[in-house]
T-cell receptor, first 114, second 113 residues
Framework: DGGITQSPKYLFRKEGQNVTLSCEQN?????MYWYRQDPGQGLRLIYY???????QKGDIAEGYSVSREKKESFPLTVTSAQKNPTAFYLC?????????????FGDGTRLSIL | SQKIEQNSEALNIQEGKTATLTCNYT??????LQWYRQDPGRGPVFLLL???NEKEKRKERLKVTFDTTLKQSLFHITASQPADSATYLC????????????WGAGTKLIIKP
């Protein structure tokens, strides 16, 4: 079955620590996205990538970093500079960034602070 | 200011009735509007897309309307079932912002047997 796999499902971060969230897709999609979901708020875009070796900042990129070395993979690193990292992180992909393309989501990683 | 709003209170509907969810926005000019379903602890799942020049779109028991004058989209589920219970998210697609999606916070729908 084609889809998006995020791991781990739960992650705990210590003070001063960087953590990396994994996102893999086998849908052959060009575009990939990282969102943050907080209670009572809409999804907010952290980073997106339209093609391998290219990515762009979203609305809340500070304290996060990404890479896109392979079409299938778009890992997100939450750095120690992100002071409020506790949230539900969602990775998504779409055929392209065209507006009529639906986004396909993984089942998220819940990040908490120890 | 720019806003997108969905009813933050849960919507309780009796099984078999039609559920209607609302998505209102201000100061945006979306090219498209998308609706998604999200179950607890899961990622959103795409349901329907409607273009700015479409008034209505249907898919099985689902119907979406889009009124760009009122700046409102309505999402209807007819013959609702307990399995339809979930949170429903709307998202505006802004062509002038490189197709960025602007997401509502979602409305929780509860279908009671």
């Amino acid at each position: 079955d084609g889809g998006i796999t995020q791991s781990p499902k739960y992650l705990f971060r210590k003070e001063g620590q960087n953590v990396t969230l994994s996102c893999e897709q086998n849908l052959n999609h060009d575009a990939m996205y990282w969102y943050r979901q907080d209670p009572g708020q809409g999804l907010r875009l952290i980073y997106y990538s339209q093609i391998v070796n290219d990515f762009q900042k979203g609305d809340i990129a500070e304290g996060y970093s990404v890479s896109r070395e392979k079409k299938e993979s778009f890992p997100l690193t939450v750095t120690s500079a992100q002071k409020n990292p506790t949230a539900f992180y969602l990775c998504a992909s779409s055929v392209s960034r065209e507006g009529n393309q639906p986004q396909h989501f993984g089942d998220g990683t819940r990040l908490s602070i120890l | 200011s720019q806003k997108i709003e969905q009813n933050s209170e849960a919507l309780n509907i009796q099984e078999g009735k039609t559920a209607t969810l609302t998505c209102n926005y201000t100061n945006y000019s979306p090219a498209y509007l998308q609706w998604y379903r999200q179950d607890p602890g899961r990622g959103p799942v795409f349901l329907l897309l409607i273009r700015e020049n479409e008034k209505e779109k249907r898919k099985e028991r689902l119907k979406v309307t889009f009124d760009t004058t009122l700046k409102q989209s309505l999402f209807h589920i007819t013959a609702s079932q307990p399995a339809d219970s979930a949170t429903y998210l709307c998202a505006l697609v802004l062509m002038d912002s490189n197709y960025q999606l602007i997401w509502g916070a979602g409305t929780k729908l509860i279908i009671k047997p």
